[in-house]
């Protein structure tokens, strides 16, 4: 077999068999395929697809490209993953709400791809934090604390790791079977009993229409549970920012706000239900309603903030995180409001066009290895249906210079629609079984 051979396979129509894609996984792990072969398979598979044989035959291949934990923590080990957005952090304050009711999550976690943000660099905003654990270290965390936000260690799924990097730089991020592939290669070599998924929908989220959600939720929940793993999809909207915010230092704020100040936000209620839509799914609770009050408890009795904590200081970050993290977060050079063009309801926003800004002004990376400023982006960004006068702050700017700060204001700005009202979707379209 040669990696040749089989790009030229799917470039002409035919799927690859079980062997060769083991084999090509096994290649971009160990390096005998390069990144040019990489970018070219990628290519290949985005520009003709995969059927659902060949999805889940390349997903294990993945899997299987490494190490596939195994766990004994006296019950059920369960996870969730996003197929991304702009200010998506549930998961920093799923993990701890699900450690603190006494169900294990370890989270292998990844970076920003494309217009999204990623958890990991989210997580990295805090003074000290890594998220570069070894095995061992993972383990303890788990066992331990009962949830860990990590990056994929060398041994889990390497061939994602190469492919994953490749598919950022070489515009194949929105294909359902390298994304399929992508999460699930990962969330199963982490020796999951169940896994929700939250899918993504709008012009913040890799597919816009409800329709191309509503196909990766299926490929996700299908491939999954071909690989034996129960598993749920949530398609949620992405019409708007779900946090208030969109930068990694500025969501953690909303993270710690949520863990410390709770209140009802769209940030809240989709962990919730998130989070309840899994204990259900593990068995641990019969009714989601049952299950989200539990949650609930863990959030506003302070049990989920000091879990949060204990991982942070875990990571290498600072003890009792929750107490003082206003004063350790990092800060912009310029930060400044950004008044509403003109009066009327804010009707819209263009989430890919924020991301982007976000990236330019240095939050993400243009190229593979660039380093990543955790303080700038926006915050203070006001909802859907909200009525602005004009000149009326309707978001916070934060950069590094006066310079990125007008590029970044001009693109917020043109991101935004303002008209009459009008009615918007509900955070949760639909669930997928």
């Known amino acids: ?13 035919r799927e ?34 995969l059927s659902e044989e060949a999805r889940v035959a390349l997903t294990l291949a993945m899997r299987d490209s490494g190490d596939v934990l195994k766990w004994d923590v006296g019950g059920p080990v369960v996870d969730k993953h996003s197929t991304g957005g702009i200010g998506d952090c549930p998961s920093l304050l799923l993990a701890p709400m699900l450690a603190a009711v006494g169900v294990a999550n370890p989270m292998i976690s990844g970076r920003g791809l494309g217009h999204t943000g990623g958890t990991l660099d989210k997580l990295e905003a805090i003074p000290g ?16 604390i009962g949830c860990a936000i990590v990056s994929a260690s060398s041994r889990i799924a390497p061939a994602d790791k190469k492919l994953y990097a490749v598919r950022d730089v ?42 191309d959600a509503k196909a990766l939720a299926r490929s996700l929940v299908d491939t999954a549970k071909g690989a034996g793993c129960p598993t749920v999809a949530l398609i949620t909207d992405m019409n708007q920012p779900l946090a208030s915010a969109a930068g990694n230092a500025l969501e953690i704020a909303e993270v710690m706000e949520a863990l410390t100040e709770p209140k009802n936000s769209r940030l809240v209620d989709l962990t919730l239900a998130l989070g309840a839509e899994l204990l259900v799914l593990a068995g641990i609770e019969t009714a989601p309603e049952v299950a989200a009050v539990k949650l609930r408890d863990a959030l506003q009795s302070g049990a989920a903030a000091e879990k949060f904590d204990a991982m942070v200081t875990a990571l290498g970050g600072p003890a009792s995180f929750s107490s003082d993290w206003r004063q350790r977060l990092p800060e912009a050079s310029v930060i400044r ?3 509403a063009p003109a009066s009327g309801t804010i009707t819209g926003f263009d989430g890919h066009a924020i991301g982007l ?15 990543i400023d955790a303080s ?9 249906g909200t ?14 210079n006066e310079k990125a700060a007008l590029a970044a204001e001009r693109a917020f700005r043109d991101s935004l629609t303002i008209g009459e009202n009008s009615e918007f979707p509900p955070l949760i379209i639909e669930k997928v079984t």
């Not at 077999?1 to 129509?13: N, P, Q, V, Y």
């Not at 934090?129 to 331990?144: I, K, P």
């Not at 800004?357 to 380093?371: C, P, Q, T």
């Open 337 to 339: 409001e950004i008044p």
């Open 387 to 400: 009525e602005v006068q004009k000149g009326q702050p309707v978001a916070r700017l934060h950069a590094a």
């Open 357 to 371: 800004a976000v990236v330019r002004l240095g939050g993400g990376r243009m190229r593979e290895g660039d380093r």
């Open 16 to 49: 690859p068999t079980q062997a060769e894609l083991n084999w090509f996984a096994s290649g971009l792990a160990n390096r005998a395929v390069s990144d040019a072969q990489a970018g070219a398979f990628a290519m290949a598979v985005c520009l003709r697809g």
């Open 376 to 384: 700038v982006g926006f915050s203070d960004i006001l909802a859907l």
């Open 170 to 211: 070489t515009g194949t991020v929105e294909s359902i079977d390298l994304i399929t592939a992508s999460i699930l290669s990962k969330k199963l070599a982490a020796g999951l009993d169940a896994l929700i998924l939250d899918v993504k929908y709008g012009s913040g989220a890799f597919m816009e229409s409800v329709e």
């Open 1 to 13: 077999m040669d990696a040749r051979a089989i790009i030229e396979k799917l470039r002409d129509g």
């Open 129 to 144: 934090v890594s998220t570069a654990v070894d095995e061992a270290g993972f383990r303890r965390m788990v066992d331990d």
